[in-house]
């Protein structure tokens, strides 16, 4: 029961899943995981040549101590250290039992878990929620197999950007059916403005006071045997917060399938995206290939086709990718 309460846990409150079991006694379990990936990228971006990109670099510490039988005290801590600079991305505590997980502190929110892609960078984003995670964020996760369910707010801060997001999710066979809902007030990205694209993904660059953004994603996956099928659709508005201008209303529409051979995996997806206040779409297909060297190691390569109808500026038509990533 405690570990079942562990692995619940770890694998909603955390980012990493646990890899090296560094201690396991009286009640108290120590987990340390950690992931690195390296990239050859060539992305939509214009005027921007094939380099190495460090796409990934992940350490994460995770310890429950067992005070009853149906109650786990759980905390976590990670670190990003894609650029030279570590960041302190974790920083939780809470509990867990057959309630679920409760946790508080600095975390991932509900909407990082949302998309059904199965791109690694040339394939579009679906709704982006721009925000998802949070410094002072209250997390709850509920999952019994069947049904699940979750929700977190993060408490306006400095900055006074507030975000609550949600999930409601089912389960039975093969088919895995959820609904993410989004709602943010004064979101800002330092140094970028109104709306436009990084490393050839779409995001937003709200004004001065920030956007509020509101939207959901619908999303459906159907597993048979070696073959998995996926569909999306959501709805994102990003609004000016000031003025309350719109600056985007887009409808985004994602469909993909895998098959896997093996330790092999084929994918293609196709993503559409519609700017309803500007009356211009976006349409984009990728395909790649997996390879799983290891359980904890695999080297993938995907291309790209991006077509630009102006919803997105300064993007390229191809890109691609190829990648190696370890994780323990």
Known sequence: MKKTLLALAVLTAGSANAGINLYDANGVKVDLSGAVEVQVYDGYAK???TTIRLDDGDL???A?????DNLNVVSGTAFKYESKEVKNDELWAGFSGDFGTLTFGRQLLVSDDSGIGKDYEMGLEQVSFVQTEGD????????NGTFYAAASHNLGSDDKTEITD?????????LDVRVYGYDAERVGYKGLENFGEVDGKPVVKPGKAGDDVRGYNLEAEYAFGAVNLAASFGQIEYKASDTKKVQKDLDLYEVNGSYTLDKTTFALGY????DRH??????NVYANVTQQLHSNVKAYAEVGYADNDKIFNEVEEFGYVAGLEVKF
Do not use: M, P, Q
């Open 64 to 68: 429950s101590v067992a005070v009853s």
């Open 136 to 143: 002072r964020a209250i997390k709850y996760v509920y999952d």
């Open 60 to 62: 994460s510490l995770n």
């Open 166 to 174: 949600g999930r409601l999710g089912f389960r039975t066979g093969g």
């Open 47 to 49: 005027n921007e040549d």
């Open 271 to 274: 993503v559409h995206a519609k």
């Open 278 to 283: 500007e009356d211009v779409s976006h349409d």
